[in-house]
């Protein structure tokens, strides 16, 4: 089995009403050259979670961590005018959830994070902090989304 060390939390960065999934962004990823969509799971508006590439193959979503990493794109996370915005709905946070539980369980040693958040830390203060976020991506702040959800239980 491959090692995986951190589970990676996206989002497609696109509007709202636009109700993709893996296919879609299959589409977009290969016409960037790529030969399969880039993440491992993606998660529809509706909740549904698709399977992108297989889990024992690394994938193409975070630039230096995707040895050892799993993906998890998020449909949505900008205004129509292309800015950011957590807009998630609650089907969708409801199956990132079970998704990440069930990823947790099979590895146990995994980080949670999100895309902003293995930005390079260009102060070396130890933090990746707001002003060194290199994309915004997935526009929230999923390790306490997820100490949260998993402090409630
Ligand atoms: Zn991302």
Redesign the pocket.
């Known amino acids: 089995m491959r090692a995986i060390s951190k589970l990676v939390v996206?989002?497609s960065a696109t509007p709202a009403a636009r109700d993709i999934g893996v296919a879609e962004i299959r589409a977009m990823h290969k016409a960037k050259g790529w030969h399969d969509v880039g993440y491992h799971y993606v998660i529809r508006r509706d909740g549904r979670v698709e399977k992108g590439r297989p889990d024992e193959v690394t994938g193409a979503?975070?630039v230096g961590h995707n040895t050892g990493s799993l993906g998890i794109c998020l449909v949505g996370g900008v205004k129509p005018d292309m800015t950011a915005e957590t807009n998630f709905t609650p089907a969708q946070y409801a199956s990132l959830e079970t998704l990440l539980t069930t990823l947790s369980a099979r590895y146990p040693k995994a980080r949670i994070c999100g895309?902003r958040d293995l930005s390079p830390d260009r102060n070396g203060d130890g933090k990746v902090t707001p002003g060194e976020w290199v994309?915004f991506?997935?526009t929230f702040d999923v390790a306490a989304w997820w100490a949260k959800a998993t402090a409630i239980r």
């Open positions: 996206h989002c979503h975070v895309h994309k991506c997935p």
